[in-house]
């Protein structure tokens, strides 16, 4: 087992917990906030795994995960949107912090991968993912001011 395989573990005891947590307890509204940092928890753990396998394809399905893992979320906020708007969830600890957890992890594997194809995935795949949470919980919070609900 080497560094990377160990932090990929960390990270999916660590937010798999957190998910588990949230999906298991409480409201409509934590249970699809806890389905969005599924997602966020998954895809860094992807990424660090295919460098600690020295396997390309891993990066694909964090590419993958992070492009369809907001999309659903969405669904989720817009055919909920009834429920959910009786209590909004306010998740912002945790969304920021999967954010972080992502950037930490796309620069460490950025580095460790060098210049190149795989480089470019990887901050594609980092966008995606940061861009993708950010989005889909301010949907989940609400909305975005001054954008009419539709």
């Not at 409480?26 to 020295?54: E, H, I, K, W």
């Not at 989720?76 to 209590?87: E, G, I, K, Q, V």
């Amino acid at each position: 087992m080497n560094g990377w395989i160990l932090a990929a573990a960390v990270v999916l005891a660590g937010g798999g917990a957190v998910v588990l947590w949230g999906v298991t307890s409480g409201p409509l509204s934590r249970r699809v906030v806890a389905q969005n940092l599924a997602t966020s928890m998954a895809c860094p753990a992807l990424l660090l795994l295919a460098q600690g396998y020295d396997r390309p394809a891993y990066v694909d399905l964090a590419l993958l995960m992070a492009l369809m893992g907001p999309v659903g979320t969405l669904v989720f906020a817009r055919l909920l949107a009834a429920d959910l708007a009786a209590a909004l969830p306010g998740a912002r600890g945790p969304v920021w912090a999967a954010a972080a957890l992502g950037a930490v992890v796309v620069v460490a594997v950025c580095v460790a991968a060098g210049p190149g194809r795989a480089m470019v995935k990887v901050l594609v795949t980092g966008a995606l993912l940061i861009g993708g949470n950010i989005v889909a919980s301010r949907a989940l919070s609400g909305g975005f001011e001054g954008v009419r609900r539709g």
